[in-house]
């Protein structure tokens, strides 16, 4: 039988043969239209992107074959090697500062006050908009007379060229990420706090446990698998990042915040290399699996205890 | 919950001192400002004329209040269009991967067929990969259709869902199959059963679903700016991120990007209590 082993449902009373070659059919009929588009449109590409890599491939005209050529000269370019650099300082910048931010305001919009539900509410609006377009207005306040500059000079604070000096770009891009994504992991981290038994907190209390010990000896190691993954998602995210980039620095000034994605639509769109804008995104493929390996490994510890 | 668990939150909440709840709400109230200020800084500016229209400042209310940046707007960039362009992709594209996702789902969660866990893994693997990694892939492919520039090759990538396909499985595995058993019984065929059973029970999960998809589109930026060229088949990001500094300036692209928010704006409410469920549904119990 074919299906030995793939399915451990117990078998029906009815014929099995005849009524198994039916359901094959059947599952191949509901099946059909995302297998179509997804092997068409996904997995194809997928592959024809390992492909690409290995052919000089100019948007108009006859693609030639180079073997690792695009590898070796990907190894030697010191503009990956800094979109590389770029996108994990942007990933350093923003990934812990989120996730921190976001379980903090976790834990206090996880308190039983009236009113909660509304500043859930304001502090999840940043993450429905869309990144280019929250970009625009971005550029907007960090311009030299914008509302960044404004707050900062009625607070006594130096004033900055946000997103003209080199030194700062990346950083205030990384902000208004942060003011972005926080919401959403903030509602994710609130459902795993809401996971937590009321029983167990209270016994810890009646053991005399202080609040701050049972926020970090109880209620963290409770939900440190939602933690690791709300780590990772940010972390995938943050290595796609473009829209951003792309809307309110141009990679700019200089190369300062040419990230990975930017560097890759530079390369295809701008440059019209498409085989190695198509090995610059194989090797952001190896990075984000490396770097999800290597998070499970550090930070998934505590999964099998809860 | 118990409610008697609730009686004795009330009652430790009164409890605590005073200061520290004003604390909480002074703090929270502050939060929430420098979440929704730029937003609202943004909408203020796009009503604003004159000198004051030159910047984005931090102001709560136009000095000289017009609707010429709106105007302008509609007048200089093909803005109505673009609208017009983000609904019909997001529209019919999570009406599709409602389609492809439920049907898909189902067969994952209900039947039996060789290859069944092969393929559904090969599915969730799928999310792994970057979109990026496809996208020059994509381009090509839709170059060669002569599909660049049109509605079908913005709405396609986002047709079939893993997470959707994940999600309805997961849904629909915590739901018993006395339903479907008893209308088959009754001599339902499985197209039947699948439109007047199993669609309204997977109503939560269609829900989530949609919601999300219907973000990913409207949202959505590097793919559709790399297969649309033409001013008319740009959707509102792409539309609004390219548009050259049009004669108006600032207010009037901010006026543009306002309306872009208002549909999401709108659902807001909704959409935190999809998201957020389909998330506890998906990923915290799968």
């Known amino acids: 039988m074919a299906d030995s082993g793939l399915n451990k449902r117990p078998t029906r009373h009815v014929p099995l043969s005849r009524r198994h070659k039916r359901e094959v059919w059947l599952a191949l009929a509901f099946l059909a239209p995302t297998l179509v588009v997804f092997f068409g449109f996904r997995n194809l590409p997928a592959l024809g992107g390992l492909a690409m890599s290995l052919f000089d491939w100019p948007i108009i005209g006859t693609p030639k074959f180079v073997g690792t050529a695009n590898f070796t000269a990907l190894m030697n370019d010191p503009l990956f090697w800094a979109a590389l650099k770029n996108t994990l300082t942007f990933t350093a910048l923003t990934v812990p500062a989120t996730v921190i931010i976001a379980l903090a305001l976790a834990s206090i919009v996880n308190q039983r006050l009236p009113g909660m539900r509304i500043f859930r509410l304001a502090l999840f609006i940043p993450f429905i908009t869309s990144t280019a377009v929250v970009a625009i207005v971005w550029k907007g306040l960090y311009g030299s007379k914008g509302a960044v500059n404004q707050v900062f000079s009625t607070l006594h604070l130096p004033t900055a060229d946000w997103l003209s000096n080199p030194d700062l770009a990346l950083v205030s891009v990384a902000v208004m990420a942060i003011w972005k994504e926080v919401g959403f992991i903030m509602l994710i981290l609130l459902a795993g706090l809401q996971t937590v ?45 473009f829209d951003a980039t792309y809307v309110m620095t141009g990679g700019g000034p200089g190369y300062s915040t040419t990230t990975l994605v930017y560097y890759i639509y530079n390369s295809a769109f701008v440059g019209l290399r498409m085989g190695y804008a198509a090995t610059i995104a194989l090797a952001l493929l190896v990075v984000i699996l490396a770097v999800s390996l290597i998070q499970r490994r550090l930070l998934g510890g505590g999964e099998d205890e809860s | ?5 609730s009686i004795r939150t009330t009652r430790r909440v009164r409890g605590t001192t005073v200061a520290r709840v004003s604390g909480t709400y002074v703090l929270l109230a502050g939060l929430s400002l420098v979440a929704v200020a730029p937003l609202v800084f943004m909408a203020v500016a796009s009503f604003e004329s004159g000198a004051a229209a030159q910047n984005l400042s931090a102001k709560w209310w136009p000095t ?33 991967a409602l389609l492809t996702s439920s049907t898909a789902g189902y067969v994952f ?25 496809m996208l020059i892939p994509q381009y090509f492919l839709l170059a060669r259709l002569d599909w660049l520039d049109t509605y079908q090759a913005l709405i ?32 339902a065929n499985e197209g039947q059963i699948y439109l007047w059973i199993m669609l309204p029970l ?15 589109y409207w949202n959505e930026f590097l793919y559709p700016l790399v297969v649309t060229n033409s001013d008319n088949m740009r959707t509102l990001p792409v ?18 990007t306002t309306i872009a928010l208002i549909p999401v704006l709108i659902l807001v409410p909704w959409l935190q209590r999809y998201l957020t469920g389909g998330l506890v549904m998906g990923g915290l119990k799968g």
């Open chain 2, 156 to 187: 396609l990538p986002g047709v079939t869902s893993a997470f959707g396909i994940f999600l309805i499985r997961q849904y629909l595995q915590s739901i018993p199959r006395e339903f479907e058993e008893s209308a088959r019984v009754d001599g």
């Open chain 2, 239 to 256: 539309g609004l991120a390219t548009l050259p500094t049009p004669s108006g300036g600032l207010p009037e692209v901010l006026a543009g």
């Open chain 2, 109 to 133: 969660a209900r039947m039996n067929f060789p290859l069944r866990s092969v393929l559904f893994w090969s599915f969730v693997a799928a999310l792994m990969i970057p979109t990026q990694v």
């Open chain 2, 1 to 5: 919950m118990s409610p008697n668990m």
């Open chain 1, 197 to 241: 038994p009321k029983e167990v907190v209270e016994a810890a209390r009646i053991d005399r446990a202080n609040s701050f010990q049972i926020y970090f000896r109880i209620v963290l190691p409770l939900i440190l698998p939602i933690v690791l993954l709300v780590t990772i998602l940010s972390t995938i995210s943050s290595f796609q990042v």
């Open chain 2, 202 to 216: 997977m109503g939560p999960a269609l829900a989530t679903l949609a919601t999300i998809q219907f973000i990913n």
């Open chain 2, 64 to 96: 000289t209040p017009t609707l010429r940046n709106y105007t302008d707007l509609f007048e200089h960039t093909r803005m109505i269009r673009w609208f017009i362009n983000s609904t019909i992709v997001a529209v019919v594209g999570t009406f599709l």
